[in-house]
């Protein structure tokens, strides 16, 4: 059965420290999508990447770099030099090409990280 | 800017007395959906549509309705609104169904008295 698993509920760092936010999933599929959403306080969710389970190249993006390693079957998310305003909850999230899922996208829980000043 | 717009930001209502909310999109995007969310949980499907096509998720309460006017608007109407209904209710687009991106709005958040 297609799941994800975000084991750390919730994380807490000093500002400027580095945090790698996990993400576990299970598919049946060959060909899926993996995404990571940010949920700031506001409410509003951000999309943050989309990668597909052919490219398991690492992705950059300023302070945010993702690890994508099938063998593992896990797509980690690492900020860099965290800031304040970093603090929100994660999603990390699997969406299959077969869509035995009925066109959903399976959420992981969520991780809570919080950066103190 | 492309967006996701929702109306009302923050809504409050009484129990039992019926509440729309509305969601519009200006990326032209065939697929809309419409999720609530509760204490920060991961977000749950409540209904989507391709073009017109409607699709009901088999766990949402018969409370819950959508309308679709056309391809920019989409509503949920909460029929007789229970203190459990009380959650963040997002709306969301995609170009396609399956694999394309998600989008979402910012939201609205019903309170229920």
């Known amino acids: 059965a297609q799941k994800v698993t975000q084991a750390q509920t919730e994380i807490s760092v000093v500002e400027k420290e580095d945090v790698t936010l996990d993400c576990v999933y299970e598919t049946r599929d060959t060909t899926y999508y993996l995404f990571w959403y940010k949920q700031p306080p506001s409410g509003e969710l951000v999309f943050l990447i989309r990668?597909?389970?052919?490219d398991e190249q690492n992705e950059i993006s300023g302070r945010y770099s993702w690890n994508f390693q099938k063998s593992t079957s896990s797509f980690n998310f690492t900020i860099t030099a965290s800031q304040v305003v970093d603090s929100a909850v994660y999603f990390c999230a699997l969406s299959e090409y077969e869509m035995d899922s009925n066109y959903q996208l399976i959420w992981g829980a969520g991780t809570k990280l919080i950066i103190k000043p | 800017d492309a967006m996701v717009i929702q109306n009302p930001r923050y809504q409050v209502t009484q129990f039992g007395k019926p509440v729309t909310l509305s969601c519009s999109q200006t990326l032209n995007h065939n697929v809309m959906y419409w999720y609530q969310q509760k204490s920060s949980q991961a977000p749950k499907l409540l209904f989507h549509y391709y073009d017109k096509d409607f699709n009901n998720e088999a766990d949402t309460p018969d409370n819950f309705q959508s309308r679709r006017p056309n391809t920019s608007f989409c509503f949920l109407d909460i029929r007789s609104p229970g203190l459990g209904d009380a959650a963040m209710y997002l709306c969301?687009?995609?170009?396609?169904?399956?694999?394309?991106?998600?989008?979402f709005g910012p939201g609205t958040r019903l309170t229920v008295l």
């Open positions: 990668r597909n389970s052919f």
């Open positions: 969301a687009t995609s170009r396609d169904y399956g694999t394309d991106t998600q989008y």
